[in-house]
């Protein structure tokens, strides 16, 4: 491929003809109100247009694409062009051993229609994860362990206090037990001192 014909001479092209129109502009607008540097902005202007003019009557012109040919009445004004579904019918082609009618193609494009909701539910849901923000769970856990520490210290607490707890009621029990022997003992000192 010629250099005239790729993308970046394009550019380059639009892009000195750019320069040297506003370089003409400014030097005409210098020139007219008198200032020093006018005649110099419109001179390296005009040069740069000069050398434009020069390519584009050298290079070659663009492809013209008759597309007219294509679309008869494309060319004419108010021309009522058929849509390319209208015309002769062809057979139509096989795609492994089925031809495209409309149900086939109906068929498959709904498949492919249920597969895109379902894309794009995931990537909702995707999209809702990413939004969740994670930048105290760090902070959170830290707190969460620390919460357990103290649980398990606690628990660790409260099972020295269930067998305080159970030495406490068995000792009540042995007092109770004494107490009740005591009692005994007590009531019949009394008997035998009152039957005297």
Do not use: C
């Not at 004004?77 to 082609?93: C, D, R």
């Not at 909701?117 to 760090?138: H, I």
């Amino acid at each position: 491929m010629t250099f005239y014909k790729k993308t970046w001479f394009k550019y380059l092209k639009n892009f000195i003809i750019g320069i040297g129109a506003s370089l003409v502009m400014l030097g005409a607008l210098g020139k007219i109100n008198s200032y020093p540097w006018g005649g110099t902005a419109i001179t390296v202007g005009l040069v740069t247009e000069a050398i434009i003019f020069l390519f584009l009557g050298v290079l070659p012109p663009e492809k013209d694409y008759y597309w007219e040919n294509l679309y008869p009445g494309l060319d004419r004004a108010n021309s009522n062009i058929a849509p390319l579904t209208n015309g002769a019918v062809v057979e139509q082609p096989a795609v492994n051993g089925k031809s495209l009618d409309s149900e086939f193609v109906e068929k498959h494009l709904d498949g492919m229609l249920g597969e895109l909701r379902n894309m794009s539910k995931s990537m909702q849901s995707l999209k809702a994860l990413q939004e969740v923000d994670f930048s105290q769970t760090g902070e959170q856990l830290k707190t969460m362990n620390n919460f357990y520490a103290k649980l398990n210290t606690a628990m660790g607490q409260l099972e020295g206090s269930v067998e305080d707890a159970k030495q406490y009621k068995e000792n009540m029990a042995v007092l109770n037990q004494k107490l009740g022997s005591l009692n005994t003992v007590y009531g019949n000192m009394l008997n035998a001192m009152n039957s005297k």
